[in-house]
């Protein structure tokens, strides 16, 4: 494949190159890795930024309807949007929740959208490493907005906070007693949830749903890169188009003022140190369960059960003969 081609098609936006860019990071293969490596590398210091949002919100809730309405209302502004998703259900079996093709039909057709559907991987740390990569190509590619999807359903929820610059939570309008379900965690990576379906007859469930989470996150400790009135929540309507240009002004104000004062960029910093570690650690990991060392530490886990050596010395022996650590 020839990889200064694919930078150029990319730099110019193509789609078919962007599609085939991701398909590549996503591959296995370890020639097609070392190609993907190389494009990105080529692909640095491009100079173009992306707002990376992420959402999370439980199967339902309205994800697909909210990103196919809110990313009609950014094309028809002139933005450019690519919808990416985190599908934690595909990292366990394969098959995919957020893949299907018949979601978003209209924003697919859109000429400035791109839609990419989780890919089935075996581990979610494969996911996240594909998907971080996946979002610099379409930063490269000139993208505006570049929406990561997932489900609400912990790890997955941190991974794509950990890739995001603002972090959406959809939610539905309920009573009180669902409301204790949103997990404190996933309300302290929040920094706007959406009360979702405002309209109709759950219109008023919606707006007093809104004013317990705002009541809700009053409570939650005051962040740094937080200007005055946010983490904050808000009704909207994904069906009736309703709340979606008052949330993306919403997002627009965080985004500025943090890049105002350098948490924007801090951010990004902390995340890239985040993925730095996490990729060194799951590395290590994998290097455990290939052999020689899963041989040699199987055959050294049968000496201390024997008595022969101990745990600590067991595990010196290990990390220094087989791993040439220490
Ligand atoms: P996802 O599983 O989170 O992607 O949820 P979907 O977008 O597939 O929506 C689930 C159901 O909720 C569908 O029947 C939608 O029509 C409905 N829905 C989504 N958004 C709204 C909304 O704003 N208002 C109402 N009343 N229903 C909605």
Request: charged residues 30%; contains cysteine; neutral net charge.
């Amino acid at each position: 494949m020839d990889i200064e081609d694919l930078k150029t098609r990319i730099l110019a936006g193509e789609r078919r190159a962007l599609a085939r860019a991701i398909t590549l990071v996503e591959s296995g293969r370890a020639d097609h890795r070392a190609q993907a490596l190389s494009l990105l590398e080529a692909l640095k210091g491009h100079g173009r930024e992306a707002l990376r949002v992420g959402l999370s919100g439980t199967p339902g809730v309205g994800k697909s309807t909210f990103i196919e309405a809110f990313g009609m209302m950014l094309t028809a502004q002139g933005l450019k949007v690519a919808v990416l998703a985190v599908d934690p259900s595909s990292a366990r079996s394969g098959g995919s929740i957020l893949g299907d093709k018949t979601r978003m039909e209209r924003l697919s057709r859109e000429r400035n959208a791109f839609i990419r559907p989780s890919p089935s991987q075996s581990q979610l740390g494969g996911v996240a490493r594909r998907t971080r990569e996946a979002i610099d190509l379409c930063e490269a590619a000139g993208f505006d907005v570049v929406l990561i999807e997932t489900v609400g359903v912990g790890q997955s929820e941190t991974m794509v906070a950990e890739m995001s610059d603002l972090f959406l939570l959809l939610l539905a309008p309920a009573g009180g007693d669902e409301l204790q379900g949103v997990k404190r965690g996933i309300m302290e990576m929040a920094d706007i949830l959406l009360v979702n379906k405002a309209d109709g007859a759950l219109k008023s469930t919606a707006v007093r749903t809104c004013a317990d989470y705002a009541g809700a996150l009053r409570l939650l400790r005051k962040r740094p890169q937080d200007p005055e009135g946010f983490p904050k929540a808000m009704t909207v309507s994904a069906l009736e188009d309703s709340g979606l240009v008052t949330a993306w002004e919403e997002m627009q104000s965080l985004a500025d003022w943090r890049r105002e004062t350098g948490h924007f960029a801090g951010r990004r910093a902390e995340q890239a140190r985040f993925w730095f570690e996490a990729e060194v650690r799951e590395r290590l990991l994998a290097r455990l369960k290939r052999e020689p060392v899963k041989g040699a530490m199987e055959a050294l886990a049968r000496d201390v059960e024997a008595g022969g050596l101990t745990p600590s010395a067991a595990a010196e022996e290990l990390l220094r003969d087989y791993l040439q650590m220490g």
